[in-house]
């Protein structure tokens, strides 16, 4: 799937970026850069893309990205000016320490969590996410001893969740940008209604059996995968919210029948809508 190449940018006496974003709209792209990003949802919730990876999102949740794996997140409500901020936002190269350091002993917790980050890793952490959050100002050597920390500490953390499939390989070519993103714009504004391959299509400025074709060869799912895993993110959410009944979120999420909806988010999440919400009241 092309993404858009991003250009990282960083200070002249740093090595490395760390940035706390007061728009939830930065990462709404579908995106790409050779450096690592590790960030830390402080507020809000929507949905992420991660390679072919497709989830709802949550303050707490703390994502490490790997070098070139395309990604982004979607807000639910989108903001483009805060007084405080949505996320803390590092960016970091492999080679940081040296290309050396990653063959020593010690390192090789370190080694493998990187190279694991080429998938995406999930974590939940609270102490972990304040300290992210405290490089953001600190200074210097602190700086770099810090995420060091950071990163040693998130590779020994047990329950982590690999997030993108290990068949997953990101095609780029040139032209694709623009089109990818326009139809994950349409089906983001567009998925609690009936959306019609002819529609998708034209969006997509290919002829129906065109798009079918293009789609599952750049993303490895069809488009109606896609769709579903969508709507059974956004049920998700109002279920946790729960404000309302199982049978007005089907509804509400896009789905035109209980069966198909109690079929599908069991598929993709393992459990019936209800023991979803009962797993989580619980908590």
């Known amino acids: ?10 200070k002249p006496d740093d090595s490395f970026s760390v940035r706390q974003d007061l728009s939830n709209q ?49 807000y639910d409500h989108p ?18 320490w040296g290309n050396a350091f990653l063959t020593l002993p010690e390192t090789r917790p370190l080694k493998a969590l ?10 939940r952490n609270r102490a972990l996410g304040s300290r992210i959050g405290e490089l953001s100002r600190a200074e210097g050597l602190d700086r770099l001893l810090a995420l060091l920390g950071v990163l040693r500490d998130i590779a020994a953390t047990p329950g982590t969740h690999l997030l993108s499939s290990i068949g997953f390989r990101p095609a780029f070519s040139e032209g694709e940008s623009e089109r990818i993103n326009a139809i ?5 504004q567009h998925f609690a209604d009936n959306i019609y391959l ?53 509804y509400d999420s896009g789905f035109n029948n209980f069966t198909s909806f109690n079929a599908a988010f069991k598929k993709i999440t393992g459990k019936t809508p209800r023991a979803y919400q009962e797993t989580f009241m619980e908590r």
């Not at 830390?40 to 990876?53: A, E, K, M, P, S």
């Open 1 to 10: 799937m092309r993404a858009e190449l991003l250009k990282v940018p960083r």
């Open 184 to 188: 994950y714009d349409f089906t983001l």
């Open 114 to 123: 990187l190279e694991r980050s080429g998938r995406g890793i999930l974590l």
């Open 79 to 96: 903001d483009p000016v805060a007084d405080e901020p949505y996320s803390t936002v590092i960016h970091f190269r492999n080679d940081l």
């Open 26 to 74: 930065v990462n709404n792209r579908w995106h790409y850069h050779p450096e690592l990003e590790l960030v830390h949802i402080l507020r809000g919730g929507g949905t992420q893309f991660v390679g072919d990876n497709i989830k709802r999102f949550e303050t707490g949740d703390i994502v490490l990205v790997g070098a070139n794996l395309p990604h982004f997140w979607r």
């Open 198 to 250: 002819d529609e998708v299509s034209r969006v997509a400025q290919l002829v129906p059996n065109s798009f079918c074709r293009y789609f599952k060869a750049k993303t490895g799912k069809t488009y109606s995968q896609f769709v579903t895993e969508i709507r059974v993110g956004h049920a998700c959410k109002l279920l946790l919210e729960g404000k309302e009944g199982i049978k007005q979120v089907c």
